[in-house]
């Protein structure tokens, strides 16, 4: 179990105005900023809960994550990690945890990745038998049998990165934390890593600590989220819970033939601009198109279908909601971060 209670992180920046003399005169005396990095952070993660942690850039989540691993020492406040304090106990508590930084490697540049996880076993004292046995797991799961034996200066991004979360996985953690660990992939790698994310968590109950900005990687993996910006806990709880929030209009695409549909013409659903909005009309070579946001709340989808039906001959229609990413702006947007 993670709990973090009231922690607090400063930095002092240094800051200085342009141009060669301002350079000279920073030598002498330098001008620094403090920056609340963290502030009166608090939550608690259960064994075995996959969690999207997610924020603007700055927000704090990187050095929350450096805290949870015992990289950085906060400045107050607790933090009890499998009844550890990881900045204390760092050489016990490193054991029980993986840590993946999707621009920062641990595989060594010039030698195959083979040779770099022999390293890593060493460092961790892994018994030889339970190293093959997970090693041999992890090359089948992430498809490494072709490139592992390649330097890792000679991988691409896609295949550097299924190795990094090999890596960070060969010692068996009890926790994982992946920072931005699907940056720059293409689409195939982007689904190869998340299954097996999701697979390690249903095989051995790995906590997953998720920090990302591709909104898809937080819906395909997390159930709850937990917004911080400014160094603040914003938001803590589900996915879920946090879409009916946010999503309360869906949106309507309709291929039609006959005559222009009036919106706001004597129509019920459509006197006033909250419960329906015009946002598209287009004429093709045969039928029309339009798209038409409903509001939940006011009227339901199927009535709307029903109304717009006696207007047109609908050809063809399909029915979306808000995306993971719109919702986010918009929590961004209430937050003011």
């Known amino acids: 179990m993670i709990q ?3 922690i607090n992180k400063t930095f002092q920046v ?3 105005n342009a141009g060669f003399l301002e ?3 920073s030598l002498f005396n330098k001008q620094y900023e403090c920056v609340k990095a963290l502030n009166d952070l608090s939550f608690t993660i259960n064994d075995g809960e996959m969690v999207g942690y997610i924020g ?3 927000a704090g989540k990187s050095s929350t994550i450096k805290i949870l691993s015992g990289i950085l020492t906060p400045d107050s406040g607790t933090c009890m990690i499998n009844g550890r304090i990881p900045w204390k106990d760092r050489v016990a508590h490193v054991q029980d945890i993986g840590v993946v930084f999707g621009q920062r490697s641990q595989l060594w540049w010039d030698v195959p990745v083979i040779d770099s996880f ?4 060493d460092i961790y004292k892994i018994p030889i038998s339970k190293y093959k046995d997970k090693l041999e797991e992890l090359i089948t799961l992430l498809n490494l049998e072709k490139i592992i034996k390649t330097p890792t200066r000679q991988l691409s991004l896609g295949q550097r990165m299924r190795c990094e979360i090999a890596a960070s996985l060969l010692h068996n953690p009890k926790i994982l934390f992946l920072d931005e660990p699907t940056i720059g992939l293409d689409a195939v790698s982007k689904i190869a890593v998340r299954n097996f994310i999701l697979d390690m968590n249903n095989r051995h109950k790995t906590t997953v600590i998720l920090t990302t900005h591709d909104m898809q990687d937080i819906e395909a993996l997390t159930k709850r989220i937990i917004l911080i910006g400014k160094g603040k806990i914003l938001l803590d709880g589900s996915l879920q819970d946090m879409k009916k929030r946010f999503v309360g ?3 309507l695409i309709l291929e039609y033939s006959g005559p222009d549909i009036q919106l706001c013409k004597g129509m019920s659903l459509f006197e006033a601009e909250t419960v329906c909005n015009y946002v598209k009309g287009t004429c093709g070579s ?3 198109h339009i798209t038409i946001d409903i509001d939940t709340d006011k ?6 279908i029903g109304i717009l039906s006696t207007q047109a001959d609908i050809k063809d229609i399909s029915i979306s909601e808000a995306s993971i990413d719109e919702v986010v702006v918009k929590l961004y947007k209430e937050y003011e971060i």
């Not at 022999?118 to 076993?121: K, P, S």
Request: hydrophobic share 35%.
């Open 249 to 251: 209009n869906k949106r």
């Open 56 to 58: 603007p850039n700055g």
């Open 299 to 304: 009227i339901q989808v199927s009535e709307a």
């Open 286 to 288: 045969l039928n029309k």
């Open 23 to 25: 350079a000279f005169k």
């Open 14 to 16: 240094a800051r200085r």
């Open 118 to 121: 022999e390293l890593l076993r």
């Open 4 to 6: 973090v209670e009231h």
